[in-house]
């Protein structure tokens, strides 16, 4: 991997398991998208400063009656780290910190086997001169990567070589205090982009990066439009990023199949899988919209008239 890296270039300690208070939470999700056969999905553990690990494999398409999911949850080994952790059907290895990872599900329903490589530099929170939002973890890394990966769905076996989100966070979470959020992925390979606007407190919050051209940059502004469908669930999105050096991509979502999950009783997740236009550039992409679970249940009766 090539590339200037980031003010901040996160350690290769960014990479492992972290001392978590007893309210603390750490979770790695790995988005999987896969347009080629209109599916998309995520491998995501989390742990809790308590002891109690949860893993939890999705899947889901357009053309699926429901979401495909299966979850464990169980107490994990103090001494257990992330270059070789297991926890029921998961197994995850950091082969190289913040470079290579590989990744397996072997269970009922969901079988996967697949390795990672960065394609840019991972992008910490840190790094920010504003720092992480404190009510969602002392830190968290961002990046993107070159997967080869073999999927079996219910007996159906795909091959897979595309593109993974790889997202990285330690420390307190408190989900319902972001009233809406938006975390925004896109990647080609080449050039990447990552951005989270938070809406808490009555502020909004500002972190990510732009990859391109072999630099990467904290991101400055953000400028987007997008439209909903009748659900309240994105259907297109569009923005202009603009880097701390000044410079501009302009990336345009279309969405191919939507996730919704949810992590308490207070809000909702909506994550779009996304093909996407990167500065005139074939790619993929995520295109996540967070919500008070109150008020998108009240909203969404009015989209189709105001939203």
Known sequence: MSATPPLGQPTTDHAFRHKLAPEGRESLAHILLMPEHNIAGFIYPTMLGTGIG???????????????????????????????????????QIAEPLEQVNIAWNGERIRFKGSMTATHPAYAFGSHPKGNPPYFGDNRTEQHGRII?????????LHHEGFMVRDH????????????????????????????????????????????????????????????????????????????????????????????SSHDSQSLINTGCATLEFDGKPGVGVCEFAWNKGYFDFAKEYVSRFG
């Open 149 to 157: 990966a073999d999927l079996e769905l219910d007996g159906r076996k």
């Open 54 to 92: 949860k893993s939890t494999a999705c899947f889901f398409s357009p053309d699926f009656p429901e979401q495909i999911v299966e979850v464990v949850e169980s107490p994990v080994a103090d001494d257990m780290n992330f270059d070789d952790w297991h926890h029921g059907p998961l197994h995850m």
């Open 169 to 260: 966070s330690w420390g307190p979470r408190v989900w319902g205090l972001n009233q809406h959020y938006k975390w925004i992925h896109a990647t080609t390979g080449d050039s990447s982009m990552h951005f989270f606007e938070m809406q808490g407190f009555g502020r909004t919050e500002l972190r990510g990066f732009l990859f391109k051209d072999g630099e990467q940059r904290h991101i400055e502004r953000v400028e987007y439009d997008f439209v909903y469908g009748d659900d309240m669930l994105q259907k297109t999105f569009n923005v202009t990023v603009t880097d701390d050096a000044g410079r501009k991509s302009y990336i345009a979502y279309t969405m191919f199949g939507v996730l919704t």
